[in-house]
């Protein structure tokens, strides 16, 4: 039983981990908000990048976009029968 | 070839035929020996104009170093060196040999100076990569090399024709630097230019031109895919710099290459797959950057492929080990592997994090020089489409993979770590993407032009940590949907696996049945007919005239002949008595006649 194996296993300890990753996601969300506030960096390219929380929200409606679009594509028309090629 | 200067792509591919020769230790010694003598040849080189050749009056060069060729020289041979090591323990001596020409190949492309030269290399690599699919020995290895070879034939050919037409518009294969020291002095929109453009595209798989990568590094061997998704690519981002950069074309499918590519990953169920098709995702980052043409873009492009080449072996060399040790390749027959595996698990996440542009991993400090540079233009299109790829890297290679190759739903199987070699092998990268990722101003100094850029920003890490977070957020709540499926998904290579197939049977059946049908019945009346009816007339026109009158000329002289043999008796007294009569005649003709 290697160290992975020992956290993952015990019931307990996965809620342990499962909420720390919850409460590092607020540090991080919070941190993107409060932060720009307190230092002004005159570096972004564009108006919306100082938009509160900007990298938060972009890498969610990202992820989401990605998969529900692909996943659109792939059912509607690209997926097909795994020995498609060999029929 | 002078002799101060040894061209380290000749010395891998020459080197390369010692090793059938060697046994043992002294074979493995030689294995790692060549690629890390090459790396020395490389880092101990300085700019100038080496191995000028005169070959049937042309002037071949075999060695423009400069600033550019060598950052990606050092790159080529240490992957060389590194994929070496990760395949110390195959008994395959044609992997090997077939291999080091692969990065000898690689290396003669950078430092060549004339068109010519450059072709033959970059014809050299297409060749080796191949034998790297087929010596996997499997049905479907040869089906896909044979494909692979198809396409970069083509491209290959592609490239000649724009080469010949260079030539004869130029009557010069030097590649020429134009005024700014990067392009070539192509004429933009003319036909050398689209046709060089294009095979440069293929070889860099480009969407719609890209679909062989997937096709064939998915199918390679073990450890030939290490060194297939660091030299063909990249030697064809490189050929970009050189030729293409400030392409505005090139900006668009770049960006469009980058979702592309992760579009399919979504898709994908192979796991090799998935790696090929993000592969084409951060080419595309490159492809985007040569676009862009700035100095910050080019830099960026530059240090892009370094590290990305780097990391990408370390992906790569972790999805072999798992398929080595496990006989699978299907994300959705693994999982639970963690148990058994936890150090390739590692090294592997360690590329995951570099790919995924993490703070203090390689990508971080090469993929934000190509999106700025994208800021610095204000190309707010490109700069979106960018940043949602990257978002999209994290998600498929930083969490997707990982996910149902080590956790997930226990499959049961269990594997043991892979040889020690693979796992230095993927030490040695590990080292590479973190040293990188902690000390840009390593691989900033080597860049083609002075680098002042600055990853470690507030704003910029803080920007970056919070996408990440949110798409491992949004990955977990979406997880129920990223469940990878038993299936393939169609691309472009459907043209010539499936298409070319439908072609012909739409040839046969359908088209076939009109052309009897309906092409045939007007070919009939239009042509048959009329032709036949004039025909006939003719012939009748000739039995009637022609021939009756050929007949009756043979009648008259035959009957002409029947009377005068009447005459000819054969005796003297009737020719006397004829004589006398014709004389008799005159006379009175000339007594009648005044």
């Known amino acids: 039983m290697n160290f992975l194996e020992r956290l993952l ?5 996965f809620a342990r981990i499962r909420l ?16 720009p506030l307190i230092f002004h960096s ?45 029929r | 070839m002078s002799v101060e200067w040894v061209h380290p792509g000749i010395l891998l591919i020459l080197g390369a035929w010692i090793i ?19 790396l020395v040849d490389c880092v101990l080189m300085t700019p100038g104009t080496y191995g000028v050749v005169n070959f049937l009056g042309q002037e071949l060069v075999f060695g423009r170093v400069d600033s550019l060729s060598l950052i990606f020289s050092y790159i080529f041979s240490l992957i060389a060196f590194i994929g070496m090591v990760y395949a110390l323990h195959v008994e395959d001596d044609s992997q ?49 090399g044979f494909r692979y070879l198809l396409v970069h034939l083509v491209g290959g050919l592609i490239f000649l024709a724009g080469i010949v037409v260079h030539w004869s518009q130029t009557q010069s294969l030097a590649l020429n630097p134009v005024a700014d020291g990067t392009a070539w002095d192509l004429t933009l929109g003319g036909a050398a230019w689209g046709l060089i453009l294009v095979a440069f595209l293929i070889n860099a798989a480009v969407p719609p031109l890209g679909a062989w990568l997937p096709d064939a590094y998915a199918e390679g061997t073990v450890t030939g895919a290490v060194f297939m998704t660091a030299f063909t690519t990249k030697s064809a981002v490189y050929a970009l710099i050189r030729g293409f950069a400030d392409t505005e074309l090139l900006i668009w499918l770049g960006a469009a290459m980058a979702i592309y590519g992760v579009v399919y990953a979504v898709l994908e169920n192979d796991a090799r797959r998935l790696l090929a098709y993000h592969i084409i995702s951060q080419v595309g980052y490159m492809v985007c950057g040569v676009g862009i043409g700035t100095r910050l873009a080019i830099n960026g492009v530059t240090a892009h492929a370094f590290a990305h080449i780097l990391y990408k072996a370390l992906l790569f060399m972790g999805a072999g080990a798992v398929l080595q040790m496990t006989r699978r390749r299907k994300l959705s027959e693994m999982g639970g592997l963690y148990k058994t595996m936890p150090i390739t698990l590692g090294l592997y996440m360690i590329g995951a994090f570099a790919i995924s542009a993490v703070p203090l991993f390689s990508g971080f400090v090469s993929k ?64 590479a993407c973190v040293l990188i990722g902690i000390f840009p101003g390593i691989l900033y100094t080597h860049l083609p032009y002075a680098a002042d850029y600055l990853p470690y920003t507030l704003a910029h890490v803080m920007s970056t940590l919070s996408m990440l977070a949110f798409t491992a957020l949004g990955f977990f709540l979406l997880l129920k949907h990223l469940d990878p499926e038993p299936k393939v998904s169609l691309d472009t290579d459907w ?64 009957t002409l002949s029947q009377l005068l043999k009447t005459v000819m008796s054969g005796h003297t007294q009737h020719y006397g008595l004829i004589m006398a009569v014709g004389f008799l005649v005159l006379l009175v003709l000339a007594i009648l006649i005044p």
Not at chain 2, 105 to 122: E, H, K, N, P
Not at chain 2, 394 to 419: I, N
Not at chain 2, 502 to 520: D, I, K, S, Y
């Open chain 1, 42 to 86: 005159g570096e972004h390219h564009f108006s919306f990048e100082s938009f509160y929380a900007w990298g938060s929200i972009y890498g969610l409606i990202s992820t989401v976009a990605i998969i529900i679009v692909s996943k659109l594509i792939g059912k509607a028309w690209l997926m097909r029968r795994e020995d498609y090629y060999e």
């Open chain 2, 495 to 558: 043209f010539y696996r499936r298409g070319s197939s439908r072609f012909l049977t739409l040839v046969q059946g359908p088209l076939a049945r009109l052309e009897r049908g309906f092409v045939g019945e007007i070919c009939e009346f239009l042509i048959q007919r009329p032709v036949l009816g004039a025909a006939a007339v003719l012939r009748k026109l000739d039995s009637l005239v022609v021939d009756s009158a050929i007949i009756g000329v043979g009648r008259s002289t035959q």
């Open chain 2, 96 to 144: 090997h040999v077939t291999a080091l020409t692969y990065a000898g190949g690689a290396l003669g492309v950078t430092f060549a100076g004339d068109f010519l030269s450059f072709y033959i290399f970059w014809e050299l690599m297409a060749v080796s990569s191949v034998l790297l699919v087929w010596l996997r020995r499997e049905p479907a290895a040869v089906a896909a």
């Open chain 2, 368 to 431: 934000s020089m190509v999106i700025s540079a994208a800021g610095e233009e204000h190309l707010m299109a490109i700069f979106l489409m960018l940043t949602l790829a990257s978002a999209g890297t994290f998600l498929h290679t930083g969490l997707k993979l990982p996910y149902y190759m080590f956790f997930g739903k226990d499959s049961g199987t269990r594997a043991a770590e892979p040889p020690r070699n693979m796992l230095l092998a993927m030490g040695l990268a590990a080292v």
């Open chain 1, 9 to 13: 296993e015990d019931p307990v300890r």
């Open chain 2, 20 to 38: 059938p020769f060697l046994r043992g230790r002294v074979k493995r010694a030689a294995m790692l020996i060549l690629p890390g003598a090459a």
């Open chain 1, 20 to 35: 720390g990753c919850y409460v590092v996601l607020g540090i991080v969300a919070l941190a993107d908000i409060v932060l």
